[in-house]
Structure formats: structure tokens, C-alpha cells
């Protein structure tokens, strides 16, 4: 059960779109589109994001979006805030159903 | 208004146990399967253990396979992880969170609870 891979820290300025990556297998991200993200401020509980690889939950603001190809899932924030900045986690479903595996995460700051 | 809410945490030895438990309130428990997360000082979201809407399938991550038990009571809205024979890697917070998906698990957790905290410490 190896954590997905993603790059440890992404910075921006203000106003600005970044892309997170989040690369699995193709045992995992790879095999369906049953991928979510969660940003996570300091002493917080995660939130979640984005689910099923593109679709945003009710409230979440639409400069959030997500997309996936071949074994890889991003998260791109686009007019970056200064709410954005935080820990963004990927997630998949893997092993045939039967864990769940996270992304080694990745800080969002501003440059 | 939906609420996860843990409660458990607390100092115990290496080899010790210790039950984590969570209160669900605002939604219709018995519909939503529930996920056990756990976060070590510093490091990052490390997924535990899930427990479907009727309690008759669990799955665990591989580091805690064998010595943690995840289960539920759908007439007390209540999800509960036993933790045995706990080791120093174990210590981290532990969240609570509810699947998205009625009935299925997509690992999609769309509420959480604010975590208790364990420690394992000689």
C-alpha cells in the first residue's frame, strides 16, 4: 500500500493558477476515477475538495478544479487566494476495493 | 447540523490498548459507511480502516491489520476503532470521517471530526 505521489510543496502568487499532481498505478488511480482531494490548514481536519477525479461538493469554490489522465490526478487552483494556502491531499480507492490510499501531500504557498 | 465528533484518545504504553470512539449526529447514520484517518505528528493523512453502512464489510490498511478492529452500533450512531498492541508509529491524531456515498464506499470522506489524539509513549 505505497502512498501516491505528490510533489512536496507548490508555490504561487496571488492571482495565479497552480496545478498538484498526484500520481498512483494503475492499480489505483489509474484503474477508475474514484479520486478525491482535501486541503488541510494547520490543527484542522481535512476538507473535502474534489471526488470522482473532477466534481466539486456543494460550497466549494469553482477556481477549484480536477482532472485525471492515465494514472495521474491534478488539483489546479486557479486565482490563487490567501485562504488557499495549506497541505492538499490526494486519495484513491485501491486494491480491488478494499483500502484506501492517500498522496504523500503537498504545501501550497505563496512565493 | 452534521457532526463527527471523537472521543478515546489519550497516554498509553507500547503493547497497551485503547478504544476510539465517534458519535455521529445530523444525518442518517445506518445509510453512510464510516472511515477511520490517522495523521502522525508532522507527517501526513495515513487512511486506517473503514467500516461499511450495515457493518458487515471492514477493511484495514496493512500496518494496522490484525490489531485494530473497526465496528459500529447504527442504534447508538456510534463507530468505534480497538487498537492493540500499539506501537510508537502508531501515535498520531485520529479522524473520523463519514463516505460521501450512500450505501457505497468510494473512499470520498466528505465530513470529519475534529480528531483525539493518541500517544504511545514508554
Known amino acids: 500500500q505505497s502512498a501516491l505521489t505528490q510533489p512536496a510543496s507548490v508555490s504561487g502568487s496571488p492571482g495565479q493558477s497552480i496545478t498538484i499532481s498526484c500520481t498512483g498505478t494503475?492499480?489505483?488511480?489509474?484503474?477508475?476515477?474514484?479520486v478525491s482531494w482535501y486541503q488541510q490548514h494547520p490543527g484542522k481536519a481535512p476538507k473535502l475538495m474534489i471526488y470522482?477525479?473532477?466534481k466539486r461538493p456543494s460550497g466549494i469554490s469553482d477556481r477549484f478544479s480536477g482532472s485525471k489522465s492515465g494514472n495521474t490526478a491534478s488539483l489546479t487552483i486557479s486565482g490563487l487566494q490567501a485562504e488557499d494556502e495549506g497541505d492538499y491531499y490526494c486519495?484513491?480507492?485501491?486494491?480491488?476495493?478494499?483500502?484506501?490510499?492517500f498522496g504523500t501531500g503537498t504545501k501550497v504557498t505563496f512565493l | 447540523q452534521v457532526q463527527l465528533v471523537e472521543s478515546g484518545g489519550g497516554v498509553v504504553q507500547p503493547g497497551e490498548s485503547l478504544r476510539l470512539s465517534c458519535a455521529a449526529s445530523?444525518?442518517?447514520?445506518?445509510?453512510?459507511?464510516m472511515h477511520w484517518v490517522r495523521q502522525a505528528p508532522g507527517k501526513g493523512l495515513e487512511w486506517v480502516a473503514v467500516?461499511?453502512?450495515?457493518?458487515?464489510?471492514?477493511y484495514y490498511a496493512e500496518s494496522v491489520k490484525g490489531r485494530f478492529t473497526i465496528s459500529r452500533d447504527n442504534s447508538k450512531n456510534m463507530v468505534f476503532l480497538h487498537m492493540n498492541s500499539l506501537r510508537a508509529e502508531d501515535m498520531a491524531v485520529y479522524y473520523c470521517?463519514?463516505?460521501?456515498?450512500?450505501?457505497?464506499?468510494?473512499?470520498?470522506?466528505?465530513?470529519w471530526g475534529k480528531g483525539t489524539t493518541v500517544t504511545v509513549s514508554s
Open positions: 470521517a463519514r463516505e460521501r456515498a450512500i450505501r457505497r464506499i468510494y473512499y470520498f470522506m466528505d465530513v
Open positions: 445530523g444525518f442518517t447514520f445506518s445509510s453512510y459507511g
Open positions: 467500516v461499511w453502512f450495515d457493518g458487515n464489510n471492514k
Open positions: 494503475s492499480s489505483d488511480v489509474g484503474s477508475h476515477n474514484l
Open positions: 470522482e477525479a473532477i
Open positions: 486519495c484513491s480507492l485501491a486494491g480491488r476495493s478494499t483500502f484506501g490510499v
